[in-house]
């Protein structure tokens, strides 16, 4: 499956943004599918994660309750709905696919065998 990111740009503290990931070439409700970002000079982190099946959502300890993951099957997409941003949010966002991930790896970005190109989000205080 191939993915392509979109939606990032230049924010103000407390602004909202959405993500979109569009999946072709593959048969995307049969993915977990994710998103993670990378900060300059920092590793790769886990943002959030909809399961394939029930579409059952994980989120990292610093966007819960911020952001919220979506998925529309029928579209081949996957979105990142992102509100109250914080200066900490800048990041280049991934999103990322996979058939096999389990539960207690599906924040690991080694078990993500599909990823986009990125997208900046960057939010200025």
């Known amino acids: 499956v191939q993915l392509q990111a979109s939606g990032g740009g230049l924010v103000q503290a407390g602004g909202s943004l959405r993500l979109s990931c569009a999946a072709s070439?593959?048969?995307?409700?049969?993915?977990?599918m994710a998103w993670f970002r990378q900060a300059p000079g920092k590793e790769r982190e886990f943002v959030a994660a909809?399961?394939?099946?029930?579409?059952?959502?994980y989120y990292a300890g610093s966007v819960k309750g911020r952001f919220t993951i979506s998925r529309d099957n029928a579209k081949n997409a996957v979105y990142l709905q992102m509100n109250s941003l914080k200066p900490e949010d800048t990041a280049v966002y991934y999103c990322?696919?996979?058939?096999?991930?389990?539960?207690?790896?599906?924040?690991?970005?080694?078990?993500?065998?599909?990823w986009g190109q990125g997208t900046l989000v960057t939010v200025s205080s």
């Open positions: 909809i399961g394939r099946g029930s579409g059952h959502t």
């Open positions: 990322a696919a996979d058939r096999g991930v389990i539960v207690s790896s599906i924040g690991r970005a080694a078990r993500y065998d599909h």
């Open positions: 070439g593959g048969t995307f409700r049969s993915y977990t």
